[in-house]
């Protein structure tokens, strides 16, 4: 047989995760899971890059491990630890460190984009250097394949760019792995912008309740040129319609249809859509209840990951450094 291939991926804990990364990532993570041997990080050294006040980074931590464990992640087929906890992430960092150059890391979209949104005057030399802490946490790991959303393609592209680096300059250790994207990379906000985030105030958690889904829905943005029920829409501009595309595909030809000819109205349109979204998570709902109601098996989950992810961790870094020479 052969061997699996190994995925390493992660999330920053800035509290109760959404669709986004439900639909972006974790659905990924679940579905990969018998196919790969897997591990998931929660990057809560990442976590400052954008928020100094780590007061509630523990918490925020056990809140997505919450959402982690509620969606279907088996702690038996994978392991998740945190990255504070393993102190190899910070070493290989360092190493890392030194293998790409600061013009490499300013290029970089997805960091100019945060410095955009989060309106940062002068980024600090940790931020700069996020994704080589990222590249230290997939390596670490000789990840081969990161199951992501598409903002993180040009960290994954920096990784292999350090991982070919060192094996030239070290020798072979290793792999130069690729991301792995989902059908709906990105979900759009409720405020009809392209993704949904914490930040911008335009999610649905995972966690919400029915009626906070449905009322959330309500004030999703639809075309602006359909306005009453008579009016004509047009779906393929419609977040509402990328909805359900994702949580009620067989409707969507139905809907389509509905929404062009004006016998849809977009108050309706949503409640349908509120509705599936609802169904899908409902059983997330019923498991969430139940590690809520234990927080010692969380709690009990997380050590056992953060053993295994150790191990591997440790081995790798006895590999660096004798290849590197320092004994
Ligand atoms: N950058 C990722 C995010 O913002 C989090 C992350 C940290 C990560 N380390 C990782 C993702 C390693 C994949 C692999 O969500």
């Known amino acids: 047989m052969n061997r699996k291939k190994r995925i390493l991926s992660g999330m920053r804990p800035t509290g109760k995760l959404h669709l986004g990364h439900l639909v972006g990532a974790l659905e990924n993570w679940v579905s990969l899971q018998d196919e790969y041997e897997n591990y998931h990080l929660i990057a809560d050294y990442h976590a400052l890059t954008t928020d100094l006040d780590s007061s509630n980074v523990y918490q925020n931590s056990i809140d997505m491990l919450i959402d982690w464990l509620s969606v279907g992640l088996d702690p038996e087929k994978s392991p998740m630890f945190r990255q504070s906890q393993i102190k190899q992430h910070t070493e290989l960092h360092l190493i890392f460190s030194m293998l790409i150059t600061s013009a490499r890391l ?112 309500r004030s999703a943005v639809t075309d602006p040129l359909k306005i009453r029920k008579g009016d004509q829409g047009r779906p393929e501009i419609c977040l509402v319609y990328t909805y359900h595309q994702k949580f009620n595909p067989t409707d969507t030809a139905e809907i389509a249809s509905g929404c062009r000819s004006s016998a849809l109205g977009c108050v309706g349109c949503k409640s349908k859509c509120a509705t599936k979204i609802i169904e899908h998570l409902t059983p997330f709902r019923e498991k969430r209840k139940y590690y809520e109601e234990n927080k010692q098996v969380v709690l009990e989950i997380l050590n056992e990951g953060e053993i295994k992810g150790r191990k591997v961790a440790e081995a790798t870094m006895n590999e660096v450094r004798t290849v590197m020479g320092f004994g």
């Not at 920096?158 to 130069?176: C, D, H, M, W």
């Not at 949904?196 to 919400?208: E, Q, R, V």
């Open 106 to 217: 300013e290029r970089n979209p997805t960091v100019k984009d945060q410095v955009r949104d989060l309106n940062i005057e002068n980024i600090t030399y940790g931020h700069l250097g996020y994704p080589v802490l990222q590249s230290a946490d997939i390596l670490l790991y000789k990840g081969e394949c990161v199951p992501v959303g598409d903002d993180q393609v040009p960290h994954i592209e920096i990784t292999r760019e350090i991982a070919r680096k060192f094996n030239l300059q070290y020798g072979s250790v290793f792999p130069e792995p690729e991301p792995l994207l989902t059908r709906f990379p990105r979900l759009p906000g409720l405020d009809g912008s392209q993704k949904m985030s914490k930040s911008a105030g335009n999610t649905i958690l995972i966690s919400d309740e029915p009626d906070v889904v449905q009322k959330k829905m």
